[in-house]
């Protein structure tokens, strides 16, 4: 079946440094893409999003990358903080379906 | 302040014994929906409500019941739990339709020994 996977189960960085976490796709039909930051015990928070119109959309201190060629996502964290500490999942929408497809998450781990 | 209360935080009971959880929303939303969390597979939709009286089933409803009476309630109700029922529980909802952006709540850790 279709599904959202992750290359890194864990990414370790230094405060400061720049942090890059990818999410492959696997379903052309995909038209929007989530990305999700869950803090433990927390439900997860919205990050930023984007449809499948557009190849990079810019937040606070957050870039969603999205290249439909190698159907990959990426989410690039500027400046790195102890408080962007968490486990990071992206989700997708198959066009006319009524769900989100999770990927099973990274972890970041951000070191001072 | 918005938001997507679930009660209660963690819950511990034994094969078999009926339970609840609930869920509420501040929000006005129509779209509401349950998932399940485990290690490795991230997250799993259960049911879901697209308004009052409208509920469907998700990719994993076996053993759960869902009603949705009011507009803000959505309770998950497990009649007969069981071990493989163990699981992280996250109520959401949404605006604009269950494959947009969700509102999560904070998680009812369910132990079913």
């Known amino acids: 079946g279709e599904s959202v996977g992750l290359h890194l189960p864990t990414l370790s960085v230094q405060e400061g440094d720049n942090s890059i976490i990818n999410c492959a796709y696997s379903n052309s039909a995909s038209d929007y893409f989530i990305w999700y930051k869950q803090e433990s015990g927390k439900g997860p928070q919205f990050i930023i999003d984007i449809r499948s119109n557009m190849d990079k959309r810019q937040g606070q201190r957050v870039t969603v990358l999205l290249n439909k060629t190698v159907k990959h996502l990426s989410l690039q964290i500027a400046a790195t903080q102890p408080g962007d500490s968490a486990v990071y999942f992206c989700?997708?929408?198959?066009?006319?379906?009524?769900?989100?497809?999770f990927g099973s998450g990274t972890r970041l781990q951000v070191q001072p | 302040e918005a938001q997507v209360t679930q009660n209660p935080r963690y819950l511990i009971t034994v094969t078999g014994k009926k339970l609840t959880v609930t869920c509420s929303q501040n929000m006005n939303h129509e779209y509401m929906s349950w998932y399940r969390q485990d290690p490795g597979l991230g997250l799993r939709q259960i049911y879901y409500s697209m308004n009052v009286e409208v509920t469907d089933k998700g990719d994993v409803p076996e053993g759960y019941k869902v009603s949705r009476k009011e507009k803000r309630n959505f309770p998950l109700i497990l009649e007969s739990p069981s071990p493989n029922q163990t699981s992280l529980y996250f109520c959401?909802?949404?605006?604009?339709?269950?494959?947009?952006?969700?509102?999560f709540g904070s998680g009812t850790q369910l132990s079913v020994l």
């Open positions: 959401a909802s949404s605006l604009g339709g269950l494959g947009e952006k969700l509102f």
């Open positions: 989700a997708e929408r198959v066009t006319g379906r009524r769900a989100l497809t």
